[in-house]
C-alpha cells in the first residue's frame, strides 16, 4: 500500500514533467538559459525565501511534537542563510546590485506563492500547512536530481543544479515526508482531501514561478495610473 505522500506525488506527477520539461529547467540544464532570466529568477527567488523561512517559523510553532518543532525551526533559519549566502554568491556572479534587488519588487506570480504559503501557514492546521510547503522541497530536489544528469561541463549554473540535487538538501526532503506521512496517518478524510489540494495549489505555483522568471513578468501599467 502506497504511502500518503507517494499517492500525492502520483496525483501529480504529471505537473511534475511539466515543470520538468520547462524550458527554464531545460535551459538551465544544458548552460544555454539568458543571464537577464535567471537574475530575475534569483531576485524574485530571495524574495520568496524570506517568506517561505517565515512560513516554516509558523509551522515550527504548531508542531506536534518537540522533534518537528526543531525540524520547521532548523528550516526556517536554513532558509535564511541560502537567501543570504547562496543568493549572494549568485548576484556578484550575475552582476546584481544591491541597489537592483533593492528596488525590485516581487512578481505577480511570487506575490501570489508567497501570500498563499504566509496566509496557509497562519490559518490553517498543522497538516494542512505541511502539505502546502512540501512542493518546493520536493519539487526542488527532483528537478535538481533529473537535470543533474544532463548537464553540460562548464555549466554557468551549475552551483544551483548542485544544491537542489545535493545530498544534505535531499536528507532535508526525506524527513519532512517522513512527517507528512505520519501527521496524514493520524488525520482524518476531510484534512487529508485539504491536504492533497493543498500540496497540488502550491504544486501549481512552483510552475507559474518558474514561468514568470522565465517570461521575465513584472507589474506592468500601474505607474500609468492616477489615484
Known amino acids: 500500500m502506497s504511502t500518503f505522500t507517494q499517492q500525492l506525488w502520483q496525483d501529480n506527477f504529471e505537473l511534475f ?10 535551459q538551465l540544464a544544458n548552460g544555454t538559459l539568458p543571464k537577464e532570466i535567471f537574475q530575475h529568477y534569483i531576485i524574485q527567488d530571495a524574495h520568496y525565501l524570506v517568506a517561505y523561512g517565515r ?15 526543531i525540524q520547521f525551526s532548523e528550516g526556517a533559519k536554513i532558509a535564511i542563510i541560502v537567501e543570504r549566502s547562496l543568493h ?5 556572479q550575475f552582476d546584481i546590485t544591491q541597489s537592483t534587488f ?7 506570480a511570487c506575490h501570489h506563492y508567497t501570500s498563499f504559503l504566509t496566509a496557509t501557514a497562519w490559518s490553517e492546521s498543522y497538516p494542512i500547512v505541511l502539505s502546502s510547503l512540501l512542493p518546493c ?3 526542488y530536489a527532483e528537478i535538481g536530481k533529473e537535470i543533474i544528469k544532463t548537464s553540460q561541463p562548464n555549466n554557468p549554473y551549475q552551483a544551483w543544479i548542485n544544491t537542489y540535487a545535493g545530498d544534505e538538501f535531499n536528507q532535508a526532503v526525506h524527513n519532512i515526508i517522513h512527517t507528512i ?3 496524514a496517518a493520524q488525520s482524518d478524510p476531510n484534512t487529508l482531501e485539504k491536504m492533497k489540494r493543498a500540496y497540488t495549489h502550491a504544486a501549481q505555483l512552483e510552475w507559474l514561478f518558474w514561468d514568470s522568471a522565465y517570461q521575465q513578468k513584472h507589474w506592468q501599467g500601474l505607474d500609468a495610473l492616477s489615484y
Request: net charge negative; aromatic share 12%; charged share 15%.
Open 102 to 108: 533593492d528596488n525590485t519588487p516581487l512578481s505577480l
Open 137 to 139: 522541497f520536493w519539487i
Open 55 to 69: 512560513a516554516l517559523a509558523v509551522t515550527a510553532a504548531k508542531a506536534f511534537d518537540a522533534n518537528d518543532i
Open 17 to 26: 514533467q511539466h515543470t520538468l520539461a520547462h524550458p527554464f529547467n531545460q
Open 181 to 183: 506521512d505520519q501527521v
Open 88 to 92: 549572494h554568491d549568485f548576484m556578484q
